[in-house]
Nanobody
Framework: VQLQASGGGLVQAGGSLRLSCAAS????????MGWFRQAPGKEREFVAA????????TYADSVKGRFTISRDNAKYTVYLQMNSLKPEDTAVYYC????????????????WGQGTQVTVSS
């Protein structure tokens, strides 16, 4: 599965962005999809995940109530709606796919997109 993330950019604190991640394969619907992020000098961290049919989601505490993950299996795409953005949300955001269930460890994800930069100014 090849993944292509897009939608990053520069936004002021309090603003919103929607990230998209398009998959190449019809097998997209087999995979749990996740979003991770990595800020300069920090380790990659889990942001959110969604199950294969979109009925179950999980979030990092730092984004709960502000970010929403969703998916459209007909379009082979997963989304991350980010609202009330804060400067500490600045990072490169990655989408990833796994067959290992609703996991939050990056090592459990088998396929990764190339990342899209999100910068939140104060």
């Amino acid at each position: 599965v090849q993944l292509q993330a897009s939608g990053g950019g520069l936004v002021q604190a309090g603003g919103s962005l929607r990230l998209s991640c398009a998959a190449s394969a019809r097998a997209f619907s087999w995979y749990v999809m996740g979003w991770f992020r990595q800020a300069p000098g920090k380790e990659r961290e889990f942001v959110a995940a969604i199950n294969q049919i979109g009925s179950t989601t999980t979030y990092a505490d730092s984004v709960k109530g502000r970010f929403t993950i969703s998916r459209d299996n007909a379009k082979y795409t997963v989304y991350l709606q980010m609202n009330s953005l804060k400067p500490e949300d600045t990072a490169v955001y990655y989408c990833a796919a796994t067959l290992r269930g609703m996991v939050s460890r990056s090592a459990e994800y088998e396929y990764w997109g190339q990342g899209t930069q999100v910068t939140v100014s104060s």
